[in-house]
């Protein structure tokens, strides 16, 4: 796809399914370690001592992550769970932090506070392998107890117990998701977590690691393959001459012709309001229910003068589209993908597509011939894409060149990066004398100096922050039996029986404060628009947060009312926090 856009049509506006999942941490890891990629296998949660959960819904979002988890409980392992909600993790972890939404960052700085206080760090690692500690030490000094329970809405002897226990163990791991990465400051939530894990120098080695959980298929793999808005395959940089040229030669063009970066998924759609783009192609996208302020984003798709949607089902989105290409499920096609972990994996195609529908690789290349414009576009079956992709990543951060077709399914998966057929691949990141073309032996880290970065991550409110008129935060999420904009999962009868519409999830204490009752029909109100559901009325919620999901379309989108303020850095949405309103609604 990112060849696609580049070379035949010609344009530098493509972005990639990451944008709203995983860009903040992509963005974070980039800036303290040099390279985007989970550090550790997921196995090497079994035997941390710690493990620290910030804002993951790990039970209904990555179920085998769970598992993981579980059984690092089972060797020993002390659990923390940082999240507004109960969620299913947190009813059996052993210490849970009820912070308000989009205060991550004030706990992960009153953490290091506590650790540098009481000495629990790992001075050898610090110097020997860090640089920036002493002006992070200088900028949590502020951070007290005190001021850091003030501003997480948690209680001051928890946050000190969550910084003795991650202080003083042995190993530890920490993974976090949409929680704190969907946010105006996703970037620096993920900086301060990454600060934790510096200063206890519990990373590159086993048991001892950090992770960001991928909330999407190939939500990995995806900017590693070349398809965001400014990267090319192998995690190069668009705009660096060098990396433009490299890729350039295996493609059999002039670096001079391609485009440079372009703009993120949202930024995208203020494109076609202002008229600088006219037509769209969206693959497998449903952005009518997934993007924050969706009657904006309906607006634009109104405005297009051509719009061609590819998908396997015919999505809210696709509705508007002048033509609809029939796509392929994975199911009926073969490639690869990247886990959360950085492992190549292989899928396999178990049944054929149905009627006209067809693989979207067979979809892109018949348009690159109908345009004309096939060179490049002549592939006979996806491992020779996949060999491609080898040459084109040969050489950069994220290098597949060792990864064949043969060895990935023969070994279950291959880590990259992989330089060479006889690599073994990098399971574990950072661990020393491992692999590295950019510290090249001077470091683990991927700096020319071999020295991860510390960062001051600084503390921001969320952008529209509650006030007389909006008393409530709403935060959304996901639920066990949907999925996504569910183009899928509001398909399959017994899922959809389990969940078959939102409902604003709420605490009993406000609840009975604003007289609803479980199953009240209630309308929950923001600055761009209103929602009426039934109450779920529960003791697993902060009284002062709302929680709806949303994987429903049209009236039912509770992205109607979230807000598109977006991190500077990552141009992540924040989904995850937004001023609003409460009250029961009369029966119709």
């Known amino acids: 796809m990112g060849k696609f856009a580049r070379v035949c049509l010609k344009t530098r506006y493509i972005d990639y399914n990451g944008r709203l999942c995983m860009v903040s941490a992509a963005a974070g890891n980039k800036k303290a370690f040099g390279i985007d990629r989970a550090a550790n296998p997921m196995s090497d949660v079994i035997g941390a001592e710690v493990v620290w959960i910030s804002g993951a819904n790990v039970a209904e979002c990555a179920p ?37 939404p989009g205060r991550d960052v004030a706990l992960f700085n009153g953490v290091l506070h506590l650790m540098i206080e009481h000495d629990w760090l790992d001075h050898d690692f610090i110097r020997d392998h860090t640089q920036g500690f002493e002006a992070v030490a200088e900028h949590v000094r502020a951070w007290t107890p005190d001021h850091t329970a003030h501003v997480t809405g948690i209680a001051e002897r928890a946050i000190r117990q969550a910084a003795e226990w991650w202080g003083t163990a042995r190993t530890s791991f920490l993974m976090h998701a949409r929680g704190i990465e969907h946010s105006s400051h996703g970037v620096q939530n993920v900086l301060g977590a990454i600060n934790l894990v510096l200063a206890s120098g519990r990373i590159g080695r086993p048991h001892c ?69 006219r037509g769209l192609v969206t693959v497998s996208f ?21 719009y061609v949607a590819i998908d396997f089902f015919l999505n809210d989105t696709a509705r508007y589209a002048h033509v609809v290409l029939p796509g392929s499920q994975q199911e009926e096609d073969e490639g690869t993908v990247t886990t959360t972990e950085g492992r190549i994996v292989k899928i396999n195609r178990a049944v054929a597509s149905p009627g006209d529908a067809r693989q979207d690789w067979r979809i892109i290349q018949d348009i690159a011939r109908a345009l004309g414009r096939p060179h490049g576009f002549e592939f006979t079956g996806p491992r020779e894409i996949f060999d491609e992709l080898r040459r084109a990543s040969a050489g950069g951060i994220a290098d597949y060149a060792g990864v064949t077709w043969e060895r990935v399914e023969r070994e279950h998966g291959v880590f990259w990066p992989c330089p060479a057929e006889d690599h073994p691949g990098t399971p574990r990141l950072f661990e020393p004398g491992s692999w590295n073309p950019i510290a090249r032996g001077s470091g683990p880290f991927y700096f020319p100096d071999g020295r991860a970065r510390f960062h001051e991550a600084t503390y921001d409110p969320p952008v529209e922050d509650t006030d007389a008129e909006y008393p409530f935060t709403l935060t959304t999420g996901r639920v066990v ?27 009993a204490t406000l609840a009975s404060r604003l007289g609803i009752a479980n199953g009240d029909r209630v309308t929950v109100q923001t600055r761009r628009g209103a929602l009426t559901a039934p109450a779920l009325v529960v003791e697993t919620i902060r009284p002062d947060t709302l929680f709806v999901p949303y994987h429903w379309p049209g009236a039912q989108s509770v992205n109607r009312l979230t807000i598109s303020a977006q991190d500077p850095i990552s141009k992540i949405p924040e989904y995850k926090a937004c001023a609003a309103r409460l009250q029961r609604t009369p029966e119709a």
């Open 64 to 100: 085998i992550t769970t598992d993981y988890v579980w059984q690092a409980r089972e060797h020993g392992a002390r659990i923390i769970v940082v999240d507004p909600r109960i969620t299913p993790i947190a009813r059996t972890c052993d210490l849970f932090l009820p912070i308000r």
């Open 209 to 277: 690691g950090y992770a960001t959980l991928t909330g999407q298929g190939n939500g990995q793999g995806g900017r590693e393959h070349g398809q965001k808005c400014d990267q090319l395959p192998g995690g190069r940089d668009i705009e660096n001459p060098e990396h433009r040229a490299e890729v350039a030669a295996v493609w059999g063009v002039d670096p001079e012709t391609l485009p440079h970066a372009g703009v993120d998924a949202y930024e995208t759609f203020r494109k076609i309001a202002a008229g600088e783009i």
């Open 286 to 306: 449903n952005p009518l229910v997934s993007l924050p302020d969706s009657d904006f984003v309906r607006a634009q798709l109104e405005r297009l003068e051509f």
């Open 481 to 507: 039996s949907q999925f996504l904009s569910g183009t899928q999962t509001r398909r399959i009868g017994p899922l959809l029986d389990h969940y078959p519409a939102p409902r604003v999830e709420l605490h």
